[in-house]
């Protein structure tokens, strides 16, 4: 049997005296679309924060494939092949839309530091960008500066760059905060497409997107998992339903 | 902001400019040739034997200049110690020159701006693994505490350094190739020509690669930059060991030229010089530290025959570039290619004509100031000297009310002047703007 794509065991992570998460264990096999809910301050960010490798936990361990990632800087977790967006928009906003996407194609392309080669003249590095900014809808932008894009823009840009090098596993976070309800169905469309055949993560407020998503789900409160199951079922669990979902859901 | 806007505009053939055909490594070659056009007849335009020095010391200058904004306008880094790198190439450049002249070694001068950038890669390989683990202030911090460790050190080893007086050496005593001795002040501005051109396009085309890009990224956003794969510190090593690199280039040349290094090349006053020049001419664009170069030198050079105080006005500029134009002279140029870009010739003309309206009281205003400055220094550092002082080439009485009087009005007069004319600059400035803007939709 192969090793869940994302494997917490035991997790904490303390801020001084603080405890934010009390001890997270969760699986999550290849190829799931998993969404973590919960309420405002439940932790579901640092979380996220302690995967891709922002924060380090305080005990406990990360595992990408089976593999020990716990510790490690975010950079040699994302070339192990897991990727992250975030909440507040995160993108390089003095660059161009297409400067954007292309830096965020090279390392997966194995330029690393490269200063003896022009970038112009990589066709695999053109084709990428090009195909990952149709994707997002922004080829038509790709002059732009980043900064002065629409905020849907923006996070469409923030969901290519997290995905322009390929990688395997994706943690989203929060994609479709702020939208309109029709950029957010342009948000999930996005979303399905650029996940498939992929294992992604979501941390998702809105639950018609999650519902339509996800193929389970966690609710993280007060930095603790309490429920980990198929949509249908978190709908009907009662200790969900008082923690978070309110009675009338 | 504006190149990361062309160079991604190269997606479709650009055209315009050049008629279609022309092969893309001609195009890019063009300006290049141009460049290496104007290096070689500028000794016929500007002969003298002042000018020559000042071009070969703008040469320099250039280098130096871009091998600093390789820091601080691409990869964010503000070095308060970049002089450390121009300097030790410098010395170990005399110092491999005395040998090679001691040993009679087969070695030709041209050759030697190499030791230059094998000992400024080799310090900055060494200094830059300890300083670019950080970035920001404390970058800011160890690049000071550095520069201060290099500059008090060349005064306590005195072997390597030479103590107060520096080393000397002489460029002519080398292998002769092509009949040159490198006597002549002219074969030196080419050599220092030829370098600087090589040198400009290398650190043009490193811009232009994966890891010239990344340095954009790291200074607009180093956390993003970890999650797309790269880690931020070993760009900015690499940055900061190359930079090192083109500085001991130019710390060598300028050991060529003086044939003397003394420890004021890798002092603070140095690594302000270079810093203030790149700031000056931009820090956002290619040409601007080249701008700033040959600005500041030619300021050095001309200001100090001028006055004494030439420094107070050096400082003055420094503070209205930050204040008025922090973009530097470079992207106050740039602001204006939208306009051109979009055809909006006839805007752009009433625009200059607003520039010349303000210009008028602002040099005025300009003029006062300048009058209270010298005066003031006169009566307060050379009043044994007679109470006449002069002020373009006009003799000033300090102690008489006129002059004073003078630079009042010119003061006052150009103050309220330019705050007459400039809200014309502003409406102009909009007018064309929009038109640039309605004719950009057009397309």
Redesign the interface.
Known sequence: MTAPAIELVDVHKNFGATKIIRGVSLSVPTGERHAVIGPNGAGKSTLFNLI??RLTPSSGAVRLNGEDITGL???EI??RGL??S?QVT??????????NV???V???LG??????????A?AD??ERT?TILKAIDLIDR????AGVLAYAEQRALEIG??V??GAKIILLDEPSAGMSAAEAARAVALIRKVSEGRTLIMIEHDMDVVFDLADRISVLVYGEIIASDLPAKIKQDSAVQTAYLGTAA | MSDALSDAAKLPARGALYPTGVPVALRLAVPWIALAVLFAVLPAIFASGTSLTMLSLMGIMIVFALSYNMLLGETGLLSFGHAVYYGLGGFLTVHVMNAVIADRLPVPLPLLPLVGALGGLFFGIVFGSVSTRRAGTAFAMISLGLGELVASSSLILRGFFGGEEGVSTNRTKLLHVFGLNFGPQIEVYYLIAAWCLLCMLAMYALRCTPFGRMCNAVRENPERVQFVGYNPGMVRFIAFSLAGLFAGVAGALAAINFELVNSSAVGAEQSGLVLLAAYIGGTGNFLGPVIGAILVTWLEGMLSDVTEVWQLYFGLLFIGVVMFAPQGIAGLLMMHEPLWHAGAYRSMLRLALTYLLALVPGLGLIAGLILVIEMTYHISVKASEGPTVSVFHVALNTVSVAPWAAAAVLIAGGFVLFRLTWPLVGAAWHDASLRAHSAGRGK
């Open positions: 891709s490798g800087p975010p950079y994302n070339r990727c992250r975030f995160n993108i390089f906003p003095r660059l161009s839309v297409w400067e292309r830096c965020a090279l390392w997966s330029y690393k530091y490269a200063f003896w080669r022009g970038i112009d990589l590095v053109r090009e790709r002059r732009v500066q760059i997290t322009a090098g």
